[in-house]
């Protein structure tokens, strides 16, 4: 089984300050891959970021960065100088291998204030 | 490039009414397809995905079905709805999940 923990609901950042999202998984699987979502208002989800769990190099795609902590099966991401448009919820995911499908989170919801 | 669509945006159906939501994807074959079912606040439960053409895996078991006609056609349907039905109904494709999916836009259901 997979599993994905997403232990805060809701979040809140000042503009252009940064913030960190929390998320902690569990697979018996040795290759697995780890994706953050947002899902902003308007409801379309897109895919923020990837890990894949044999690479020890954190990923990064501008201003979003992942911390990826193998052995405490942590996976947090982190947002630099935060803009409105990040306002969204956030979906940490997990597929480990065999599995025909990715497990979610239940999302924390960040509102970036002006 | 690969696109995917989903429609209606959003659908009011009363209950016992039957149900339809299609999606397509386009620019690729053979993808692996998924219905998500997101319950207000909260995350996606999964509840169909297919791997082919009319190969269709169910995780969660309900009134409704899923069927893929097509190599890059997915339909999730219902005989009769519930009240319980009522949710924001997700599409999503990947080629393989190591890349992890493309959604559509959704549909927001409401069975009154």
């Known amino acids: 089984a997979q599993t994905v923990t997403q232990s805060q609901p809701e979040m809140s950042v000042q503009e252009a300050e940064t913030v960190t999202l929390s998320c902690t998984y569990d697979?018996?699987?040795?290759?697995?891959?780890l994706f953050w979502y947002k899902q902003p208002p308007s409801r379309q989800m897109i895919l923020v970021i990837r890990?894949?769990?044999?690479?020890?190099q954190n990923a990064t795609e501008n201003r979003f960065s992942v911390n990826f902590q193998k052995a405490a099966k942590s996976f947090s991401l982190k947002i630099s100088d935060s803009q409105l448009g990040d306002t969204a919820m956030y979906f940490c995911a997990l597929n480990s291998g065999g599995y025909q499908k990715v497990t979610f989170g239940t999302g924390t919801k960040l509102q970036v204030i002006p | 490039s690969q696109t995917i669509h989903q429609w209606p945006a959003t659908l009011v159906q009363p209950v016992g009414s039957p149900l339809s939501l299609e999606c397509t994807v386009e620019g690729t074959s053979n993808p692996n397809l998924y219905w998500y079912r997101q319950a207000a606040g909260r995350g996606l439960q999964l509840l169909f995905y297919?791997?082919?053409?009319?190969?269709i895996s169910s995780e969660v078991p309900q009134n409704l079905s899923a069927s893929r006609p097509q190599d890059r056609q997915f339909i999730l349907s219902s005989k009769k709805l519930l009240l319980s039905d009522s949710g924001f109904y997700l599409c999503?494709?990947?080629?393989?999940?190591?890349?992890?999916?493309?959604f559509g836009s959704g549909t927001r259901l409401t069975v009154v």
């Open positions: 999503a494709w990947s080629p393989t999940l190591n890349y992890g999916y493309t």
């Open positions: 890990q894949e769990a044999y690479k020890q």
């Open positions: 297919s791997v082919g053409i009319g190969q």
């Open positions: 697979t018996s699987e040795n290759n697995y891959y």
